[in-house]
């Protein structure tokens, strides 16, 4: 049985972010919303229980392994059920988590992009400097939509697609985007061909996006805000959610409207601190229910 674990729900800066005051952020730590904390966006993929792909490496990885205790099966004096490390993008949120997986016992096996691989050896070097602790085994994600498997992960198959959104701000080429920046991926249970489709930063959606989303049994994709002035409204600061490359819920062409039509699961998850949707009493969040879209939580399991 394919297994998801998420293991933190949040955007980047996580669920209360630690400097903002904001309405959401304040209210959860004032309790007057009934909203709970949330860490940086990540999950954990098995077939067994046992060995785990772990999908993007959140900061709040220490956290989020020493609450989810089935991510260390304790089989030798130095273990650990992360069995390889997939990478969806190259952002701050979903890579600094490596740095913490430095004590692994071998070389850690990572799957990512091409463009991806270029950011962490340039802008954050990080792949450069756990060649100094673990080192990590590269191997290349090609952006050709095939499907491919990942050694020591049973019965399960992957399948990248070349999604819109951005390459982080540190990026050398943030103003330049290519091909393979962000991808999503569709993870397959080749034994009874139940299928999720991980994207938690989508800033639009293609013909071909819209064709794999409307064919899997389960999406997780792309929370972060409200409405694409969100940051603004909320005061925080000046971008859109567009220019970070997300697509916001609300609206015309918003994600809501694009799930309107799909009759599987829907999850969102990658929920950024300033959404109203964090309030299970908002209204927005009433709509989502109406619309039979979830918002995951950290420690939320989905079986399929
Ligand atoms: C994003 O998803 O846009 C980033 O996580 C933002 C960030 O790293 O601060
Ligand atoms: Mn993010
Ligand atoms: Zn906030």
């Known amino acids: 049985m394919l297994k998801i674990l998420v293991l933190g729900s949040a955007a980047g800066g996580g669920y209360p972010q630690w400097n903002c005051n904001c309405e959401t952020c304040r209210g959860r730590r004032d309790n007057s919303i009934n909203s709970i904390d949330r860490t940086q966006s990540s999950i954990a993929v098995s077939s067994d229980n046992i060995n785990w792909l772990l999908i993007n490496a959140s900061p709040d990885i220490g956290q989020q392994l020493r609450d989810r205790k089935e991510l260390q099966p304790g089989r030798s004096l130095r273990d650990t059920g992360i069995t390889a490390v997939m990478l969806m993008d190259s952002q701050i949120d979903h890579t600094t988590g490596l740095l913490s997986l430095r004590e692994h016992n071998t070389r850690l096996p990572l799957y990512c ?11 954050f070097p990080v792949l450069n400097m756990l060649e100094h602790y673990c080192g990590v085994d590269w191997h ?13 992960i049973e019965n399960i198959e992957f399948r990248p697609l070349v999604i819109d ?15 393979g920046d962000n991808i999503a991926i569709t993870i397959r249970d080749t034994q009874t061909g139940k299928t999720v489709f991980y994207s938690p930063g989508l800033g639009g959606l293609q013909d071909r996006t819209r064709q794999i989303m409307a064919d899997v049994d389960c999406l997780m994709v792309d929370g972060t805000t409200w409405t694409n002035d969100e940051m603004q409204t909320r005061g925080v600061g000046n971008k859109l959610a567009s220019e970070m490359g997300h697509l916001q819920q609300s609206g015309d062409g918003g994600m809501i409207e694009e799930l309107s039509n799909l009759d599987c699961r829907k999850i969102l998850i990658h929920i950024n601190n300033t959404n109203p949707i964090l309030d299970p009493d908002s209204v927005e969040r009433t709509t989502l229910k109406d619309h039979g879209i979830e918002v995951a939580e950290d420690g939320m399991q989905i079986e399929l």
Do not use: C
Not at 140 to 152: L, R, S, T, V
């Open 113 to 123: 992009t091409q463009m991806v691989h270029n950011d962490l050896t340039s802008g």
């Open 140 to 152: 290349k994600i090609d952006i050709d939509e095939q499907w491919f498997a990942i050694p020591g």
């Open 165 to 179: 959104s951005k390459a982080p701000p540190y990026s050398p080429h943030r103003t330049d985007p290519h091909p």
